[in-house]
């Protein structure tokens, strides 16, 4: 009865806010409501006011989204006759409210976000068998070693743990291929793969045929095991020891639990923040998504499948025959299908595994085009939104995660939809400067505001809007196509093991330099337009700016598609560990400072004579998972003496099983320092610094951008990709 | 005492034109509205009986030629490049059947270009006069025949057309010097013999049209008026001739028994019993004795009929003062859809009183091919009392106009609303453009209730104009075609009734003119002639602006108006104290008016000018950016800190200002269920001279806010904006009026429309706050 008034309550306000937003008031009243909006939003933000205040800001900054939307719709829009202007004029139109729909999805999704908890620790005694599946198509064997070790490494009863590593690289299919050069390297890979399983006690597993990719190879692990859970990892996401300690309690509380998920967390930048360098001091794009929306998703239980660092219920996946495999995102295609089913699902916000990001801007946006063409294809084939059996709220919830990867269509009209007014005087957009004030400006400003609000820390101030705008390009045609043809795409598997060896433009780079320059004309002809038209120069300082913001937007993206050097190929993460440095027999005190895949960074205290380097050195410590310390063989590659202090920069030299365990536990174990890593880079810079910040960093990236390119035409050599080989 | 000489110097000739023509009675039967009852047997040709003595035929001296003055202005002016003015004119068959000529005066500016500028004259489509505009030394007369025929009983249009250009200068600036102005003394139809100026009916009375000043003077001459039983009868009256002639300018004015010959330009009426009448005319219509009797009269010397109104008794009186009353209105209770306005402006406007969309061909704009450089049109729409959208609404007007490749860039279209610029559209592109209903958003800000103009002016700039080689204003290429296919399109508005609100009582006589209405009390504060010259010349006027008489009852006190609505007139000294401090008038200012020097119209205007005088120095070199923004700040937003206020300051009572000789003033009633008028002046004389001053179209049109006065030595108009108002209904009750209103009432209460949703929003927040914690997963 309470439930039902304050619904009542609630729907009252609604319809009374909505009432009032629809009055049309004049243009005055409008800025006064808008200043209003934005000094009390302003207000909250600095005083840092949480729980409810947040929602008062967030109903402020929707009362001014409303009004814009009413005025939009009811003022702005030219009339039909006139096709010229109507046309792109409703496409423009249609870009907006798609944005204010995503907004008030994501609004919804994120209006609560659940707080961190502490996991449940399964009764002891009673823990459940877990088949822990590592798929693999191309990965190299070194990257798999890591993984599996890790996974070996994982602190739990050796008894109920088995590993598999699931090779679709080495079928039947592709040792028989008619391809002398494939099946030659397919058999290579499937001999040295099953000696590897062995050293390091996993099963390996491998089928006839490659059918239905990703979700065949896992359903084809499924088929070979029988434990109550499947913890699935990419090859290249090796997890921390605690990860299953921190994910199994869930599903003895909960019998209908299908899902725990677990957030990604990479130990390298991914193209755009390498390229920017702004991986040490910004959260990385995909922080946004694991630190609060998948928690949003959470409070309507609707956190869905990523496809790795996650636990699923073997019944669960049973009662659906398996992993889902219509579209090529298996993952989020699975959880809709047993959310639909009545499972549930878990977040656990707290990095579990760490893995890699594809290296070459190329490999990013093939990544992106399958996420962005497999969620469209849930759109097509399972919509969310009339789905039987799922609640309203995951409805919404799965809506706002398909429906994303629209934006490449917004996107793109926002880009051009200044240039129609610039270039060919169609007014598409009807409104005078002073509304473009009183409406568009408070508008654009709330929604930065709430935008800071909800995703501050994890998300600067534009960044969204670069990230949209590097993947449109080359997403939008994707999108495109799968719209036409929602059977075509197959899965492709993104590549992690590439490397920058020379700085260079990306391959497919050329299209940002066209619409940058398209754009710059477009800033050219404003100033010509604001000169000779003094009668509309309210108008054109509008359209102007808005290109002008674009312009700043190509202009970072350029910086993104000029792909820097790597000279460290892989993240280093700091640790703080006590060890010995054994060199000709003599063993030395030492701390291990940082650690990366490929070596490790050591303070030695002593005096170490001569070395030369390429010496071959040991590691002694005590990994978390024995009692025992354990020797790690190394390469001196550097050294830096000061004092009685020697840093030692070396590489690892992994000759058994044993010592790929020693790595992981050395980089893996411990994943509290990924979380302070994270916390480290999430501060909220604020709007203002935020936006400064980013004008500034667009500049320096237009000039970089620039002179690679001039730096291309000049040598015109050709771009270097390479696979760098690792050694094992 | 004055009578005898009055009765000499009247050369009355009953007017019976048709009589003359043929032997049929002088019927009036026509006249009469239906079910109104018929004279009692017997004396059927009741008003035949007079026939006798009208046949009477000419009086010597009477001019040969009958004048129809046709100007409805003091002045008509035609300026810029192109001017035109339609309206109608109403003639009586025998004016139509005579022949006629048209004399037409005017004078023009130095400026006009004689080779390049034509004045021209329609009548009823049908081109009468084509002449270069070559006067600009002296008035020009001239005279021309006018086809046989053309001229029709009943309304002609008469289109008055001036195409002006520059001798020497091609720029917009120079447009303004272009001006011919029409002078209505000598301006007016001629038409021969004698019979063209007797009346034959009361719908003839429609034919007086203006007088030689531009004006319509009636003159009541009633020996009873200072019976009170009188007062009734003639304010009715007063609003019948109004309606009959419907011209802007009126002014009634009631005698007792000063038959001197009348100003020039005056109708006289005679009202009165057959017995108080006589001794003023021995020539009375015996029949007059018997039955209500509505009857014309020539008078020599004069251009003008006599009217007389007359009946054995009073009642009779005013049955024959209810023929003219009842042909003045056909009674109908139906939504007005007009605000005639054809004897001034063709053609009538449209009353708008929700969404509509008018074609400019409906409104009498013309399809037009301009070859200037400044093309101005207009057209008038009506606006009924109870519009309520100054703050929030726009109206569109969907253009179709075309422009040459000439224009150039910087050229542009304004709007103007009742003389205010609305909007301004830039021609922007530079090869010429067709604009296919262009929609223009023009503000409602400017509108009110009644009649309201809206201009729409092209102004065009061309390189030609720039080199203005000589002769070049007298090219003939189009530049700018406007086509009639344009429309006018009012959205629907919010519409509720404000008390008090002046402007509605000027526009449509709201409330007063309601056509449900009861009759209206009326307290005169005594019956001399100059207070019901003063209250006649109010309800005349008023029964123009609502277009029917208003039914009127003279209230013996102010009890008679306590829960009504109702008006005082009277100079200040005869008003009840209580309607005083009802109406918000200082109650000292009874003994104080008129002496007294008032400071607190000195310090506004000390304000005013310092307002403009700020706006007119320009400061150091940081000034001038500022005020461009704060200039564009305030164009497009005019928020002040008065804007910011929630409820406007404390009445203050109100102390007539001393320079002030007259004043009208509005409030509710006591009980609040009804508007009280106040039509007051320190002394009878000023208060009829500033009513009649008042009369005027121009000055008539100033009356808005709660209280207006009149400064008859500076002949200016102030008026206090309205401060306190209450809602009146005026529709039945639906939520997409109330949207409306709502929206008008926050567009002018911005400040509270923001704490209304920010409180909203602050209880939708703690709402969902609640609703959050009780879906969905708990943490």
Redesign the interface.
Known sequence: MR?AG??L??AA??V??I???????????Q???G???VT?MGVIKILKAE???R??A???G??IVMRYVYWRTFNTL??A??PENFIPAILLYLAEMYSVMMLALSLFVV??P??P?PSPTPPEGKFPRVDVFVPTYNEDPALLANTLAAAKGMDYPADRLEVWLLDDGGTAQKRNSDKLLEAQAATMRHRELQTLCADLDVHYLTRDRNEHAKAGNLNNGMKHSKSELIAVFDADHAPARDFLKETVGYFSEDPKLFLVQTPHFFLNPDPVERNLQTFEKMPSENEMFYGIIQRGL????AAFFCGSAAVLRREALESANGFSGISITEDCETAVELHSRGWSSVYVDKPLIAGLQPATFASFIGQRSRWAQGMMQIMRFRFPLFKRGLSI?QRLCYMSSTLFWLFPFARATFLVAPLFYLFF?LQIF?A???EF??YTLSYLLVNLMMQNYLYGSFRWPWISELYEYVQTVHLLPAVVSVIVNPRKPTFKVTAKDESVLVNRLSEISRPFFVIFAVLLVALIVTVYRFQ?????A?VTLVVGGWNLLNLILAGCALGVVSERAEHSPTRRVRVTRRCEFGLGGRWFPATIEDVSVNGARVQVYGDLGEMPTSARAEIRFKPYSSATEEILPVEVRNRETEGNLTAIGCRYLPEIARHHSLVADLIFANSTQWSQFQQARRRNPGLIRGTAWFIGLSIFQTYRGLSYLFRTLGSDKASVVARKEKTA | MKMASVASAFFLVLAQANAMAQPAPFDMSTERPAGESSPAPGQEPAIGAAQPSAGTGLVAGAPQFHRRYVIPAEMLTLSGENDQRTWSVYLTAEQAKAGARLNLGYQNSIFVAPEASRLTVHINNTLVVDEPISSPEGIKEFSYDIPYALLQPGANLISVQAVQRHRTDCSIESTYELWSNIDPAITYLAFEGGTAGVWSGIDDIKTLGSNAHGRTEFRLVAPALDQRRATQPLLMLAQGLALLTNTPNQSIVIDGSDVSPSEKGQVTVLVGTAAELAPLLPELPPTAHNNPVVAFASQSGSDLPVLIVSAPDWQGVETAIGRITSASHDGTTDQREKYATSPWRFPDAPFLFSDSHIRFSELGIRTQEFAGRRLRTDFNIGIPSDFYADSYGQATILLDAAYSDAVEPGSHIDVYVNGNIATTVPLTSSGGGIMRHFPVRTTLRHFKPGLNTVAIEAILKTEEDEVCAPGATADKTPRFALFDTSEFHMPAFARIARRPNLAALSGTSAPYGRRDSQPIPVFIGRGDPDTLTAAATLLARMAVAGGRPIDVELAASPAALSNRNGIFLGPLADIPPTALTQLGIDSTSLTGWGQKSSSAVDEARTDAALDEWRSKVSGGIWHTPLTAISGWLKRNFDISMSSLQFSPSADRKFVPPDNATFLIAQSANPSNDGTWTLVSAPTVKELRDGMLAMSTETNWNQITGEIVTYEGSEKTVTSRPVTNFSFVETLPPSLANYRLIAANWFSTNILSYALVVGAIALLLAFATGKLLSMLGRRS
């Open positions: 439930k304050i619904v309550i609630w306000f609604s009374g806010l009432a009032m937003v629809m009055i049309p008031i004049n243009l005055q009243t800025l006064i409501l200043l209003l909006a009390v729980g409810n205040w929602l008062v967030l109903a402020f929707t009362a030219p009339p006759n006139q209006s609560r659940l707080p908890r959470d409070k309507w239980n709220p005087d009807m005078s400067g002073g004030l009183g000779t038209d003094p009668f509309k309210d």
